[in-house]
Structures are given as structure tokens and as C-alpha cells.
């Protein structure tokens, strides 16, 4: 069985206090009660502060471009779709470079896990809007302040039928380590968007912002049903909700590929001695 | 002999099926055959052409002068008439086009009447014109009455009937009326392969154990996705049409990661999108093949024609400096073995190999008594053995050539860790200083000399002590070839083609440049304006072209084209 010392990475470079260092934690100990090891599974990310994430564990790891995870992580799931694969990614590396990939990506639904750290600003390069930033908010590269309305993840992936829609806020450890886990073991392109303070460059939705306005969807609530999901997933301001918001099955992209089912494409020998049966068809 | 056809016609009109169905005739009987094709950006009306050239002995390349038109719209005869050779002739259906043309270089055919009356419906006009062509140059028709049987065995006797009593009155017709008609075929010989310059590059990559390809839709480079495609189910090679190109690079470096050969193909304006992604299979050191079939820009610029226009974008883009390999095959043959070495290189090298090629050598067919298969390259350089494998394993351990072992991610108890950042040897994103030095050096100097000895000279065809070199690269090779052997009686002359054109082979086996230096007149002839090729010796080894032939209209040279110019330059 793994174990959290397992899972020891170099040291963050990030603030003192910034939202990712309990994500990180969480995420580990997420793993480790998986049962999953560090060479058993893969994580890519992008550039960003959560792209950054990986180094601060130990596993398989792709750090690509800014913006290109997704894609990087489909390969690698077409090329082995016996190992389990996750994202992470920031809002502006998911959300803003990356945002073609993000709607390609649920439409094909491949089992892919897609952990995006939601600070609602671009944290690496010190304080831009993203697509998340609240409207009207006031940056410094953006002389009247954010003036695109902000865009609500939850809401495209639902109407895109993402088969796994969740909200985690990184101030609550306890169910954000559920929602990892019922990502991991969902069969389906899943997206967790976790709110995620930013502490030196987002001082309007600050821990205290968030921790006012998150609430846990209840029992009441049916994550089975789009409409109600979609409509669930408009709420937004006073009142933010947290956990499993959309839920549904689909049949998997990797599924559809007949000759990846028993063994995954980067274990499949290669019969060179075919080829002389291909040569002749050019004999036309 | 040696005999041009040309078919034109509007897109929709059926010059592809016909141009198809002759080079296979002649391919069956044993003639060498070069074929190429003009289309528009459409896929109804305009006008487009598919030319065939058949010939006893090898041909590489299209000629001007026409020895048969087939014209199925009237541009083909305003066009084509002015290229006719001396016993040239015109075939049409006067009744289809509603004009009647006299003079010796007309034989009406009535497609439509004929192929009515003994195929029964107006779609067989295609097969009687086929048939007719047959007729005129008297090679024999059962090959095509066998390929008609093959095509419509699935729908019945009828219609096979049908097409073969078209075909036969297409072919009575011109034995008949075509008194002006003195073309001599050559006894025919063993059939030989036929095969266009993308599929060479797509049979190459799956002959090379190719295993995933992803790429988004750009003429002339689609045509290497549909080969590939149609190989996947038998060979198990996972192809995905992504959402734009910059997914597709990153979707072949992602399964290049996971342990299996990927490759990704554009043209010109897609490859710009994927540059970025090139710059990130240097960095992380991933194995890529990216093919770019050219066509002229800037931007959407012409979108089926040819050009040679995008070397330099080919061996300049992306930020960063790494190691990369260009190849620019010069025939489909090289196209199948370049791509098989472009994997090898890729592999053992685990640098982004780049194969340029263009809409003229995409599209063109050539045959061949056959490949010679035993020259194809596989070796597997992953890691795969967990055994070999500690736990302790760095995906970018310095090492003496600068190649890191490449484990395979999940087959033991190891990680596999890499970054688009500056990283240390495990793969974690550093600033050192020091390891940034260590890190490019291992890239890029450590590796380049093993890759330079790996590319081979440029080919020297002509005479010993030439006078005369002309130049180039890529699809122009056949012309060269073919300008050399028309030329050759009158100049002292000799070609050199270069297509493994980057990093530029050394001269220690061959002086190349000694070659150049020595002869009175140095030509390079490119598909561009600027003059690619030329600029490239000047800056990567002192070579100064002093005259170069330069076309950029979209449209390949023809072979009399060619030495028009070259007989200009030289006077
Ligand atoms: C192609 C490209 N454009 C821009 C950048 C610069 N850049 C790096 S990170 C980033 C934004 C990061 O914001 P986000 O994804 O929200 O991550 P965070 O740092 O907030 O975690 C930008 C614009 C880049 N690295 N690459
Ligand atoms: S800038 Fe913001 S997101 Fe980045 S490390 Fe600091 S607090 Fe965290
Ligand atoms: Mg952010």
C-alpha cells in the first residue's frame, strides 16, 4: 500500500498561504487511500501556478504548455488506457488558452480526470483577469477593470454532457478529498473546478469570500438530472454550491477502439512482417 | 515511347476516375507512368486536370507537350490545344459540349451517345472515353476489362456488362475513326507498383510501427491521414482528427510520452499553429514525426497548389534553440524510406523530425518494380524492461551523447517526470543556472554530431567533371533528373538534389560543395521566391549561388519549362 511518504516532492514555490498547498495535501492523501502508487498513474499539467503541481509530488509526470494539457493527456490515454490519467490545470491554463481543448475533450470523453485550480486570476504572471475573474473587476493590465462577463465552467460542461461535474473549495479539505476520489473511480471524462484563494493577487474572492457563500449540495439534490444540474450550476454570488453537481454515463472514447481493450497500445508489439502483404496492393 | 494524357474537366466530372483507371491500365501492362494533378479549392465546376505520362522507360516528371487531351469541358481544349505535341490529339463529345471543332487534332468521340446505347446510361461517358484512349494508343484492353470487372463486381453482371461494353465502344470508336491516330505502344512487361508521394509517406510511417496519429484536416497534408486511417484497424494504429493543430502535436507528443511512435501531418498554416508544440518535443526531449505537405501562402494562399516555400519556416520556427531534421524527399520511394528513417531518427535521437513535402509530390504517382523492404529500419529504443529499470531512474540523465534512457511510464516501480520548463536530469522545473548550460548542451550539442553523420549527401547524377550543376531539393527531383538526360549532350551537366536537407550533411564523404565551387555555373531552381535551398548553403556552409531559377505560381515546372530556363540562363 502507498503511503503519504511515498508521494514527497520538492517544495512548492508558492505563497505562503496560497490555496494550492491544501489542494496538494488533499490530493495526496486522495491518492494514497486510492491505493494507487506513484508510477501507477499519470498527471500532466500546464504553466501556471497548478501547473506546477506535480513537481511538488512524485509521480508520472507531462508538465507541458500553457494551455495544452488536455491534449497531451489524450495521447497519452489513447496510447495507454490501462493507466489511470489526470489534469491540472489553471482557470486561465483550462478555461482561457486551453478552452477549445476543454469542450473537445467532453465530447470525446475519454477517462480522463480534469482537476482545475480555480483562483479566478492569473496567479503566475501576477494578477490578470482570467475567464473566471468576476466582472467589473479592477486589474492592472485592463485599464476599465474585466469587462467580459465571467464564464461559468460548471454550466458549459454540463451542456456539453460532461459525464462528471464537481465544485470543491480548497478551505474544505474533507470534500474535496471525496470529490477526487469519486472522480478517480467515475467512468468518464470528469471535471473538478476547486475554488482555490489566491492570497496575493485575488483580494476579492478571498477565503473569507468563499467560506461566506460555499454550501454543500445536500441529499436533496438529484446530480442525475441535467436540467436541474444545469440549473443548480447558474447559482452564483451570495450562495456557491459545493460537491457533485452532474453525474451521468457515457460511453467511454477508449471504449469505441476495439483493438486497445486487452492490452493498451504502448504494450502491442509492432509485426513488421505485414508489411510485404501491404507492399503488394500498390501492385494495382 | 513516351506519351502524355491529359484529362481535364470541371471538379464532380470524373477526370479523377478516368486518370485513375489509365495509370492503373498502364501500371498492370508493365510501363513506367508519372502522373500528377491541377485542382481547384472546390468541389463542383471550376477546372481542374490529371495528367498522365506513360513511358517504356522511367519518368519522374510532367511534360509540357500533350499527346492526348481528353476534354471534358471547353476550357480543356481553349487550354490544352496550344501544348499539343506534333501528332497530337483532342478527344471530346461535341454533343456534350455543344461545339464542333474541325482540323486533323479533333476526334469527336460521342461519350454520351455511346455509352447510352451500349452501357445503357450517360454516367458510363467516362468509361467509353477511357476505353477510347486505349483505342488510340493500341494497347490492349482487357486489363481495363478486367479492372471494371474488379470495381463493380458487388453490383452485379449488369452493370459490369454495362461498363464493359462501354468501355469496348469507346475503344472500337477510336480504332476506328482515329486515322490520324500514330501512336506506337512498347511491348509491355512485368506490372509494376503505382503509388502517389503521401501514401509512400503514410505506408512509410505504418511500416515504421507507427502506432498513433493525430492531425486536423489541411490539403495537401489530409491525403497522409486517410493512408494511415485506412492501415489502423489491420495494424492497430489509434487515429484521431483533433480538434486543431495545435491539439494534434500535442496529442502525438502525449502518446510519444506513453511509449508508442506517433506522428502528426499539415501543411504550411497548420504547422504554424503546432510550433509551439514543436518547441515542447525539444524540451521534454519526446520522439515526433511531423509531415508538412506545402502549398503557397502566406496564409490560406493557394490551397492546392504546389510550392517549396516553407524550408526555412520548417527549420527556423518555434523559439528556443534545439536540434530538429528535415527531410524533403524527392519521389515517393524516398518518401516511404525518408519516413521510415525520419521514425529511426526521431526515436534514437528523441528529437522532432520534420518530413517537407508539397502538393505536386502529395499528389503524384510513380511506379516502381517494387521497394526493397529490407532497407526499412525498426529498432525499438524505449525502455519497456522493468528490469533495466531502477527505481531511481532519470528521464533526463546526462549521459556522454546526450540520450536519456526513455523509460516507458508504468511498466515497473519508477516515475517517468518530464517539463516544458527547464528541468534537471529527474525532469523537476529548475532555474539553475548551471543546469540550464548542462541541459541545452545535452540537447543540442551533444547530440548533433551523431545526427549530422546520420544524413546522407545530396544525390549526384550527371556528368563527372560538370560544367554545369543545377540544384535543388524535394519534388524537384525528378525534373533535374530529367533536364540532366535531355541536356546532357549539349552541356557538360549534372544535377545535385539534396533531401536530407537539415542539419546539412558534412562533406567528408562527399565535398558537395567542392562540386559546386568547381563547376562554371552553379543553378539552384526552387519553388519559391527568395530561394531557399540557396540561401541555406550560403549561411550553413559559404556557398554562394550567383543564378537560380525561381517559380512561385502554384504550378509545378514542366519538364520543357525547366530547360526553357535553363537554356535562357546559360544562353
Ligand atoms: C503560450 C503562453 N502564453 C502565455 C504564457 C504566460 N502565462 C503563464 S501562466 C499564465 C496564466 C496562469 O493563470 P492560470 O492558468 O489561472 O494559473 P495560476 O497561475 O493562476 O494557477 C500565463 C498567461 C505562457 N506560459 N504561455
Ligand atoms: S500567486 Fe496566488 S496562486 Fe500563485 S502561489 Fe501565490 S497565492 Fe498561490
Ligand atoms: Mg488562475
Given at each position: 500500500m502507498p503511503s503519504l511518504d511515498d508521494y514527497k516532492g520538492r517544495t512548492p514555490a508558492?505563497?505562503?498561504?496560497?490555496g494550492n498547498f491544501s489542494i496538494l495535501k488533499t490530493f495526496k492523501e486522495a491518492m494514497v487511500e486510492l491505493g494507487?502508487?506513484?508510477?501507477q498513474f499519470m498527471l500532466v499539467s500546464g504553466i501556471g501556478q497548478a501547473g506546477k503541481f506535480p513537481h511538488y509530488l512524485k509521480c508520472n509526470t507531462f508538465n507541458g504548455l500553457h494551455g495544452r494539457s488536455l491534449p497531451v493527456a489524450t495521447g497519452f490515454r489513447l496510447a495507454n488506457n490501462k493507466m489511470p490519467v489526470f489534469v491540472v490545470s489553471g482557470d486561465g491554463d483550462c478555461y482561457g488558452e486551453g478552452g477549445n481543448h476543454l469542450m473537445h475533450g467532453i465530447r470525446r470523453n475519454l477517462n480522463i480526470k480534469y482537476f482545475i485550480h480555480d483562483n479566478q486570476i492569473y496567479g503566475l504572471t501576477k494578477g490578470q483577469g482570467s475567464p473566471?475573474?468576476?466582472?467589473g473587476m479592477p486589474t492592472k493590465n485592463l485599464p476599465y477593470g474585466v469587462l467580459s462577463n465571467q464564464l461559468n465552467p460548471l454550466s458549459l460542461a454540463i451542456a456539453l454532457n460532461c459525464t462528471f461535474v464537481a465544485r470543491g473549495f480548497a478551505g474544505d479539505q474533507e470534500q474535496l478529498k471525496y470529490l477526487i476520489k469519486e472522480a478517480v473511480n467515475h467512468e468518464g471524462f470528469a471535471i473538478v473546478d476547486i475554488l482555490q484563494p489566491c492570497v496575493s493577487f485575488?483580494?476579492?474572492?478571498t477565503y473569507e469570500w468563499y467560506k461566506q457563500r460555499v454550501y454543500h449540495l445536500d441529499?436533496?439534490?438529484?446530480?442525475?438530472s441535467r436540467a436541474e444540474a444545469f440549473a443548480k450550476s447558474l447559482e452564483w454570488g451570495d450562495r456557491i454550491p459545493t460537491g457533485i453537481l452532474f453525474k451521468c454515463r457515457r460511453p467511454l472514447f477508449e471504449e469505441k477502439?476495439?483493438?486497445?481493450?486487452?492490452?493498451?497500445l504502448s504494450s502491442q508489439p509492432f509485426d513488421i512482417s505485414k508489411v510485404g502483404k501491404t507492399l503488394q496492393e500498390f501492385f494495382v | 515511347m513516351d506519351y502524355t494524357i491529359k484529362i481535364g474537366g470541371e471538379?464532380?466530372?470524373g477526370i479523377q476516375t478516368i486518370g485513375d483507371t489509365l495509370s492503373v491500365v498502364f501500371a498492370r501492362s508493365g510501363y513506367h507512368v508519372f502522373t500528377n494533378q491541377d485542382y481547384e479549392s472546390?468541389?463542383?465546376g471550376g477546372h481542374n486536370y490529371y495528367q498522365l505520362r506513360l513511358s517504356d522507360k522511367p519518368v519522374h516528371c510532367a511534360r509540357e507537350?500533350?499527346?492526348i487531351v481528353v476534354a471534358l469541358d471547353k476550357v480543356s481544349i481553349m487550354e490544352y490545344e496550344k501544348q499539343l505535341a506534333q501528332q497530337g490529339q483532342i478527344i471530346y463529345d461535341s454533343q456534350s459540349l455543344k461545339e464542333k471543332h474541325e482540323g486533323n487534332q479533333f476526334l469527336d468521340v460521342p461519350f454520351v451517345r455511346l455509352a447510352v446505347e451500349h452501357?445503357?446510361?450517360?454516367?458510363?461517358a467516362n468509361t467509353v472515353a477511357t476505353g477510347a484512349v486505349l483505342g488510340m494508343l493500341g494497347i490492349d484492353i482487357e486489363i481495363l476489362l478486367g479492372i471494371l470487372k474488379d470495381t463493380f463486381k458487388k453490383k452485379g453482371e449488369e452493370i459490369i456488362k454495362a461498363n464493359v461494353d462501354s468501355a469496348m465502344a469507346g475503344y472500337d470508336f477510336a480504332v476506328n475513326n482515329c486515322i490520324k491516330c500514330s501512336f506506337v505502344s512498347a511491348e509491355t512487361s512485368k506490372a509494376k507498383m503505382l503509388i502517389a508521394g503521401n501514401d509512400a509517406i503514410g505506408f512509410g510511417a505504418v511500416a515504421s510501427g507507427l502506432k498513433f496519429y493525430s492531425a486536423y484536416p489541411m490539403t495537401p497534408g489530409t491525403s497522409i491521414m486517410l493512408y494511415v486511417a485506412s492501415k489502423a484497424k489491420d495494424y492497430g494504429i489509434v487515429v484521431e482528427q483533433a480538434e486543431d493543430e495545435i491539439a494534434a502535436i500535442n496529442m502525438a507528443l502525449g502518446a510519444s510520452f506513453a511509449g508508442v511512435r506517433a506522428m502528426t501531418g499539415t501543411s504550411g498554416g497548420g504547422f504554424a499553429l503546432m510550433v509551439e508544440g514543436l518547441s515542447l518535443a525539444a524540451i521534454t526531449e519526446t520522439p515526433v514525426v511531423i509531415a508538412i505537405a506545402q502549398r503557397p501562402?502566406?496564409?490560406?494562399?493557394?490551397?492546392?497548389k504546389t510550392a517549396q516555400a516553407d524550408l526555412l519556416f520548417a527549420l527556423y520556427s518555434a523559439h528556443g534553440e534545439f536540434p530538429r531534421v528535415i527531410m524533403a524527399p524527392g519521389t515517393p520511394e524516398e518518401c516511404f524510406f525518408l519516413t521510415n528513417k525520419a521514425f529511426d531518427m526521431a526515436e534514437k535521437y528523441q528529437i522532432p523530425v520534420i518530413i517537407l513535402t508539397d502538393q505536386y509530390l502529395a499528389d503524384s504517382q510513380w511506379t516502381y518494380?517494387?521497394?526493397?523492404?529490407?532497407?526499412l529500419k525498426y529498432t525499438?529504443?524505449?525502455?519497456?524492461?522493468?528490469?533495466?529499470?531502477?527505481?531511481?531512474?532519470?528521464?533526463?540523465a546526462l549521459t556522454d551523447n546526450g540520450i536519456s534512457p526513455f523509460a516507458v511510464p508504468g511498466k515497473g516501480n519508477y516515475v517517468v517526470v518530464t517539463d516544458s520548463?527547464?528541468?534537471d536530469e529527474e525532469g523537476h522545473i529548475t532555474e539553475d543556472a548551471q543546469m540550464t548550460i548542462l541541459m541545452t548542451q545535452k540537447r543540442l550539442h551533444k547530440k548533433m554530431p551523431a545526427i549530422i553523420k546520420d544524413m546522407a549527401p545530396p544525390k549526384f547524377y550527371g556528368?563527372?567533371?560538370?560544367?554545369i550543376v543545377i540544384v535543388g531539393w524535394g519534388s524537384m527531383y525528378g525534373l533535374l533528373r530529367e533536364a540532366v538526360d535531355m541536356l546532357t549532350n549539349k552541356y557538360k551537366i549534372a544535377m545535385l538534389h539534396f533531401?536530407?536537407?537539415?542539419?546539412m550533411p558534412d562533406?567528408?564523404?562527399?565535398?558537395y560543395i567542392k562540386v559546386l565551387t568547381e563547376a562554371k555555373r552553379a543553378i539552384c531552381i526552387e519553388?519559391?521566391?527568395?530561394?531557399q535551398l540557396a540561401h541555406l548553403l550560403a549561411v550553413e556552409k559559404g556557398f554562394r549561388f550567383k543564378e537560380k531559377i525561381n517559380k512561385y505560381d502554384g504550378r509545378p515546372f514542366t519538364l520543357e519549362q525547366l530547360i526553357g530556363e535553363i537554356n535562357a540562363l546559360i544562353g
Open positions: 508558492w505563497c505562503p498561504g496560497c494507487l502508487a506513484p508510477h473566471t475573474t468576476m466582472e485575488n483580494k476579492v474572492n441529499n436533496t439534490y438529484n446530480c442525475q477502439i476495439p483493438f486497445i481493450q486487452d492490452t493498451p | 471538379a464532380g466530372q472546390r468541389i463542383r507537350a500533350v499527346d452501357g445503357g446510361n450517360k454516367i458510363m501562402g502566406p496564409a490560406t494562399g493557394l490551397p492546392t518494380e517494387g521497394f526493397d523492404l529490407n532497407k525499438d529504443y524505449r525502455l519497456r524492461d522493468k528490469d533495466l529499470i531502477g527505481e531511481d531512474y532519470k528521464r533526463h520548463d527547464e528541468h556528368s563527372d567533371n560538370p560544367e533531401s536530407e536537407v537539415y542539419p562533406t567528408e564523404n562527399f565535398d519553388q519559391n521566391v527568395t530561394g
